[in-house]
T-cell receptor, first 115, second 111 residues
Framework: DTAVSQTPKYLVTQMGNDKSIKCEQN?????MYWYKQDSKKFLKIMFS???????INETVPNRFSPKSPDKAHLNLHINSLELGDSAVYFC??????????????FGPGTRLTVL | QKEVEQNSGPLSVPEGAIASLNCTYS??????FFWYRQYSGKSPELIMS????GDKEDGRFTAQLNKASQYVSLLIRDSQPSDSATYLC???????????FGQGTRLTINP
């Protein structure tokens, strides 16, 4: 059983296109996250949702728009893709937001390549 | 100063030896600490978490936290080639689930 799943696993697209990445968790968690891991393997948080409500919005360009239709799903839409958006995007989830000790479980990642 | 800092390595250790991974952190993150392991092309997975000063052991892994020195480490005893991976140190702020990661240390265990 997959706990946190993402689609697609690979995404290759041209500059200027719009693309979406989908994430689903079946752990019953309240909180979900999007992380970006660059070519140097540095992992940085982008967004977090708790029960469909946006609670963390790091300094991310407006071209990135997360959407959470329900607490089991968190999607990431990216407009006008740029070369610098090429990275691996990880979705994660945790039981709750207020407890800083909750384990975050990561999805398999989506490798985005912008040509 | 970065919030969480690690030596990016690579760190090379012979099989069977102790691998020691280190991490320092700033005042901006000081509550809960985590070590994640990430194999090449895979997602991070949690190995250990530590919240209080001192040592915490789990099998071959020991996490050490020293809040006075703002230092957290991970020891891997009896290192195996399967331990070869990038190890990510992460910390959260009080009352928040915002994980801040270090840049990771690439560890290679040589048979």
């Amino acid at each position: 059983d997959t706990a946190v799943s993402q689609t697609p696993k690979y995404l290759v697209t041209q500059m200027g296109n719009d693309k979406s990445i989908k994430c689903e968790q079946n752990l019953g968690h309240d909180t979900m996250y999007w992380y970006k891991q660059d070519s140097k393997k540095f992992l940085k948080i982008m967004f977090s949702y708790n029960n469909k409500e946006l609670i963390i919005n790091e300094t991310v360009p407006n071209r990135f728009s997360p959407k959470s239709p329900d607490k089991a799903h968190l999607n990431l839409h990216i407009n006008s893709l740029e070369l610098g958006d090429s990275a691996v995007y990880f979705c994660a989830s945790s039981q709750a937001y207020t407890n800083g000790r909750d384990t975050q479980y990561f999805g398999p990642g989506t490798r985005l390549t912008v040509l | 100063q970065k919030e969480v800092e690690q030596n990016s390595g690579p760190l090379s250790v012979p099989e069977g030896a102790i691998a020691s991974l280190n991490c320092t952190y700033s005042d901006r993150v000081s509550q809960s600490f985590f070590w994640y392991r990430q194999y090449s092309g895979k997602s991070p997975e949690l190995i250990m978490s530590i919240y209080s000063n001192g040592d915490k052991e789990d099998g071959r892994f020991t996490a050490q936290l020293n809040k006075a020195s703002q230092y957290v480490s991970l020891l891997i005893r009896d290192s195996q080639p399967s331990d070869s991976a990038t190890y990510l140190c992460a910390a959260t702020r009080e009352g928040a689930q915002k994980l801040v990661f270090g840049q990771g240390t690439r560890l290679t265990i040589n048979p």
